[in-house]
């Protein structure tokens, strides 16, 4: 269905071009409306398919800094925009086996939400204890309260008034999958994750 909507949206578009220059400019205005509503049910949509159906891990040998690296080339737009710093520490050098993919997508996550929380800094360590690989990552966002953070990993639970409330919720379940898992906890001025 939002193909449709998307295809009729645009085929929509060329007919507006066709109105007069005055009702031409309203037609095009509630075209980029629905169309941008349109592309954030396909994002919501894209989310809940994930929490569904998210695929098996393809573990290989990665290293986990160069994912690190990765994630920042990824945000380092919207970290500009938003005006947050993101440090990244840890001396990991060898590979560890994990599937790249799902392991990069659990951390934007992580680190997107630290951004909507208002952190204008965030620090991710990595580090290994014997064979666990560990990512904690320190906000200075508004933080969570105990009940926030008990629910924080709930499928569909959110926040923020245009949260899917499935970041967390996938994240949690790519890091079971790889035989690990996610911890929250509430610092003085921020969150650990």
């Given amino acids: 269905p939002l193909n449709a909507l998307s295809l009729n949206a645009e085929l929509l578009g060329d007919e507006v071009k066709n109105l007069p220059q005055d009702r031409q400019t309203e037609g095009i205005a509630i075209l980029q409306t629905m169309t941008s509503e349109i592309q954030r049910l396909e994002e919501v949509t894209e989310h809940y398919l994930s929490l569904v159906r998210r695929p098996a891990p393809l573990p290989g040998e990665h290293h986990p800094m160069e994912v ?5 080339r990824l945000l380092e737009e919207e970290l500009k925009r938003a005006g947050v710093a993101l440090h990244i520490q840890g001396d990991v050098q060898q590979e560890v086996e994990l599937d790249d993919g799902q392991l990069r997508r659990a951390l934007l996550n992580v680190i997107r939400n630290a951004m909507e929380a208002g952190a204008k800094s965030v620090e991710v ?20 309260s105990e009940e926030q953070i008990a629910r924080a990993s709930e ?3 959110s926040t923020k008034a245009a949260g899917t409330g499935l970041g967390l919720a996938i994240t949690r379940q790519i890091l079971e999958d790889h035989g690990g898992g996610l911890h929250i906890e509430a610092k003085d001025s921020g969150t650990r994750v």
């Fill in 68 to 72: 690190l690296q990765t994630v920042s």
């Fill in 125 to 144: 360590d990595v580090s290994l204890s014997k064979e666990d690989l560990i990512i904690r990552v320190d906000d200075n966002g508004e933080g969570m």
């Fill in 155 to 157: 499928p569909f639970f």
